[in-house]
């Protein structure tokens, strides 16, 4: 579904109020559906993700990825993860270094929750519904239920057929205001929040960090074993 909006298969980015259709489970930021496309003919440039572990405390993981290669830190301190994970980003990939020192682009990240931390329902979807009504209806609703203007709200939608032939539209649900914290928190270390998704969209994010299926597969089994592992052995705290 995504391939028609974007060009990225399974890609969750939200979108910001009455900016029109998304088809898929993606939600924008503000009106970055921008430059997915030349952002992923950028070869040469590392591509970022904080994944968030659900723990009482937040940890996290910081993943970087250039042409297949992959390295990850984990722990508590957001900025002290980005400090290590990019001085090894330096060391293993020198050209993209210089091009940094002499003239330095910004690195797209992207932040990865737990899909617990979306709100998500089901509605009916009317058969003459075109987008609009889609998208109105899927925002009115997601206020109704979670008790806030449509106006705060980051949405996506998703309408799929039933055995029987009726229609039904799969809503996800973020506050705007959580998305503009990370992007803000993000910005203040050299990172550019371009897409805000959930862990089970594995796909969507093996095309964002340029990896194969069963590379980012792997990277996220590593990474949700981080965290336990850590924790046994008294590195992390809770």
């Known amino acids: 579904m995504l391939r028609k909006a974007t060009g990225m298969a399974g890609i969750v980015v939200f979108s910001s109020p009455f900016e029109g259709f998304n088809e898929g ?26 994944y968030v572990h659900a ?6 993981s910081l993943v970087a990825a250039k042409d297949g290669q992959v390295m990850s830190q984990t722990g508590r301190n957001l900025p002290l993860l980005v ?20 003239k330095a ?7 990865i929750v737990p899909d617990a931390q979306i709100f998500s329902f089901e509605c009916v979807c009317e058969p003459h519904w075109g987008p609009r ?11 109704a239920r979670i008790h806030l203007p449509s106006a ?10 039933l055995s029987n032939g009726a229609l039904r ?16 928190r993000l910005k203040n270390l050299g990172l550019q929040l371009q897409v805000f998704t959930t862990l089970s969209q594995v796909t969507g994010m093996s095309s964002f960090l340029g990896l194969s299926l069963p590379v980012q597969q792997a990277l996220h089994e590593r990474i949700g074993l981080q965290v ?7 590195e992390l705290t809770c």
């Open 25 to 50: 489970f993606q939600f924008a930021l503000e009106s970055l559906a921008l430059s997915f496309m030349n952002l992923l003919h950028l070869p040469t440039m590392p591509r970022w993700a904080v």
């Open 55 to 60: 723990t009482p405390s937040e940890q996290l």
């Open 83 to 102: 400090r290590d994970v990019l001085q090894a980003s330096c060391l293993a990939w020198p050209r993209w270094a210089h091009r940094q020192a002499t």
């Open 105 to 111: 682009q910004s690195m797209a990240a992207a932040w």
């Open 133 to 143: 009504d889609v998208a109105a209806e899927c925002r009115l609703e997601a206020s």
């Open 152 to 161: 705060e709200l980051a949405l996506a939608y998703h309408v799929h057929r």
């Open 169 to 184: 539209v799969k809503v996800d649900v973020c506050q705007q205001s959580l998305m503009a914290e990370h992007k803000e």
């Open 228 to 234: 336990p592992t850590l924790l046994a052995q008294g």
